[in-house]
C-alpha cells in the first residue's frame, strides 16, 4: 500500500491538515454565491419587496435576484409573502435562521471596511 503525503506529514511529527467540516463548506457557498450575502444583508433591515430589494443591492438583474431569492428561500434563510391586491405584491423576509446570520455579516462587514479601506 502507497503512503499518502498526509501520512508522511504525520510520520514526520507534523500536524496533519484539518479537514473543512461539511456544513461548514455548505454555508460559506450558499452566502458567497454572487449577489446573496448582499441580499441577506439588505433584509436584515426588514421585509422588502422584490423592487425594493432590486434597488437596494444595484447592479444585479431582475433574473438573478428572483434566482437567489428561491434559493435562499429553499434554504428557509427567507420566507416569501404575497399580499393581496392588483396587482398581487410580494415582499421577502429573513426567517429565524436567516437572522441568525446576522452576526456573521456584521464581523465580515467589519472585516472588509478594516482591510478593504471602505467607508460605507
Request: aromatic letters at 6%; hydrophobic letters at 40%; a neutral charge.
Amino acid at each position: 500500500m502507497e503512503a499518502t503525503s498526509t501520512d508522511a506529514t504525520a510520520a514526520r511529527g507534523q500536524p496533519r491538515p484539518a479537514h473543512v467540516c461539511p456544513d461548514f463548506h455548505a454555508a460559506v457557498e450558499l452566502i458567497g454565491r454572487r449577489w446573496a450575502g448582499a441580499i441577506v444583508w439588505a433584509l436584515a433591515e426588514g421585509p422588502h419587496y422584490f423592487a425594493e430589494l432590486a434597488q437596494a443591492v444595484p447592479g444585479m438583474s431582475d433574473r438573478l435576484l428572483s434566482r437567489r431569492l428561491r434559493e435562499l428561500e429553499a434554504e428557509g434563510l427567507v420566507e416569501r409573502s404575497v399580499h393581496p391586491g392588483s396587482p398581487a405584491r410580494v415582499s421577502y423576509a429573513l426567517t429565524e435562521k436567516g437572522e441568525a446570520l446576522e452576526p456573521a455579516l456584521r464581523e465580515l462587514r467589519t472585516w472588509a471596511k478594516r482591510w478593504n479601506g471602505s467607508d460605507c
